[in-house]
Nanobody
Framework: QVQLVESGGGLVQAGDSLRLSCAASGRTFGSAVMGWFRQAPRKEREFVAAITWSGRNTYYADSVKGRFTISRDNAKNTMYLQIDSLKFEDTAVYYC????????????????WGQGTQVTVSS
């Protein structure tokens, strides 16, 4: 299992940009499909984006396409989520996940999770 630690969250204004990071340690990082999920207050955790180990293949939730960009740097054992044009509805705890099958958008399919980082967008 891989250990994951998120960072980069905070209080931002609508329209700002933010980059979240997920540092991984433990077993071989380069072989894992990784992703981001988020959970807004009083809502279910939802899929945001995922990326293959090579970084060449990515997929996104329709609600974030065009504003969110997922990437990874295997040399640094780190995955990123660039969020542009932040909206109030992006307010949520963002979770990093790993060891999921390619194409999955289901949290139950990912075996490793971080503790989350809070993103709060003021309108």
């Amino acid at each position: 299992q891989v250990q994951l630690v998120e960072s980069g969250g905070g209080l931002v204004q609508a329209g700002d940009s933010l980059r979240l990071s997920c540092a991984a340690s433990g077993r071989t990082f380069g072989s894992a499909v990784m992703g981001w999920f988020r959970q807004a207050p009083r809502k279910e955790r939802e899929f945001v984006a995922a990326i293959t180990w090579s970084g060449r293949n990515t997929y996104y939730a329709d609600s974030v396409k065009g504003r969110f960009t997922i990437s990874r740097d295997n040399a640094k054992n780190t995955m990123y989520l660039q969020i542009d044009s932040l909206k109030f509805e992006d307010t949520a705890v963002y979770y990093c996940a790993a060891d999921g099958p390619y194409g999955s958008r289901t949290q139950a399919d990912f075996r490793s999770w971080g503790q989350g980082t809070q993103v709060t967008v003021s309108s």
